[in-house]
């Protein structure tokens, strides 16, 4: 399992993360994600730790905390979903048909 951290900085680095964890316990993993287009952090983190204990004594301590001028949003990460065709119902096909038009144009 791992601990999702919200509302961070923008500025925050992998090593702040794990030097705050690594209060709680052993800090296995960090991942900070990245806009894919501009590449600037996106506000948010996971964490996994080496135990579930651990996991939830750093989320008891640090959700609502403020660190780095903002307050954390701290709590379990859930698991990620399908993305597969989560249209929008039965839309039919999305193509769009191009009209009709037909025939000749002279």
Known sequence: MSIYVGNLSYEVTQDDLNTT???????????????RETGR?????????????????????????????RD???????PREERGSSGGGSWGNKGGGGGGGGGRRY
């Open 21 to 35: 964890f690594a209060e709680y316990g052993t800090v296995k993993r960090v991942q900070l994600p990245t806009d």
């Open 41 to 69: 952090l996106r506000g948010f983190a996971f964490i996994e730790m080496g135990t579930e204990a651990e996991e939830t004594a750093a989320i008891e301590a640090l959700d609502g905390a403020e660190w780095m001028g």
């Open 72 to 78: 954390l949003k701290v709590n379990k990460a859930k």
